[in-house]
């Protein structure tokens, strides 16, 4: 799984023209499904997603502060297939065959969702919201730094991460 995270002011999302969703003070988090991609890969994901201390504390000190412990913070989920997709050939045409099929992966992102809304602590339902699966959406954000992190599941070959010092080990 990969993910997208970034720290927002505000966001919304809309389809034809109607807004769907919008959040305050959060992360906007981009989603995207890897063919491989499995319910470990979600959990990993959604911790780091939940966990990561993006905001200053009472203190003023940086990156002390998650979303689930900030005071009215939000989480905006939205589904990105195109988050696997690859520019290669003599045409740069993009290439989603990493993707994970669109029924999958509907499953897989409803139960990520619902370990984020389980991670978020008490009202995380209320703190949670996403886009439409599938959708051609709008997204409209302000950027809040900006400050945007990459998050890979362990089990892609593409991670970015260091699976061991994350306390995951990789079978072979």
Same mark, same amino acid.
């Given at each position: 799984?990969?993910?997208?995270?970034?720290?927002v002011?505000?966001?919304?999302?809309?389809?034809?023209? /109607?807004?769907?969703?919008?959040?305050g003070?959060?992360?906007?988090? @981009?989603?995207?499904?890897?063919?491989?991609?499995?319910?470990?890969?979600?959990?990993?994901?959604?911790?780091?997603?939940?966990?990561?201390?993006?905001? +200053?504390?009472?203190?003023?000190?940086?990156?002390?502060?998650?979303?689930?412990?900030?005071?009215?913070? +939000?989480?905006?989920?939205?589904?990105?297939? /195109?988050?696997?997709?690859? %520019?290669?050939?003599?045409?740069?045409?993009?290439?989603?065959?990493?993707? *994970?099929?669109?029924?999958?992966?509907? +499953? *897989?992102?409803?139960?990520?969702? +619902?370990?984020? %809304?389980? &991670?978020? &602590?008490?009202?995380?339902?209320?703190r949670v919201?996403?886009?439409?699966? &599938?959708? *051609? *959406?709008?997204?409209? @954000?302000?950027?809040?730094?900006?400050?945007?992190?990459?998050?890979d599941?362990?089990?892609?070959?593409?991670?970015? &991460?260091?699976?061991?010092?994350?306390? %995951?080990?990789e079978?072979?």
């Open positions: 799984m990969r993910l997208v995270l970034q720290r002011k505000s966001a919304s999302v809309s389809v034809e023209g /109607t807004q769907i969703s919008s959040i003070r959060g992360i906007v988090a @981009l989603c995207g499904l890897h063919e491989d991609d499995n319910e470990e890969a979600l959990r990993y994901c959604s911790k780091k997603l939940v966990a990561a201390k993006l905001w +200053e504390n009472e203190a003023g000190k940086p990156w002390r502060t998650s979303v689930s412990n900030l005071e009215g913070g +939000e989480v905006l989920l939205v589904s990105q297939f /195109t988050l696997y997709g690859t %520019v290669a050939g003599k045409k740069h045409t993009p290439d989603f065959k990493r993707s *994970m099929k669109s029924e999958r992966a509907s +499953e *897989m992102y409803e139960a990520f969702k +619902e370990m984020v %809304v389980a &991670g978020m &602590g008490e009202g995380g339902a209320g919201k996403d886009g439409m699966f &599938g959708a *051609m *959406m709008d997204v409209a @954000l302000v950027n809040d730094g900006p400050v945007t992190i990459l998050v599941s362990p089990s892609n070959d593409c991670a970015g &991460g260091d699976s061991a010092r994350d306390g %995951v080990r079978e072979k």
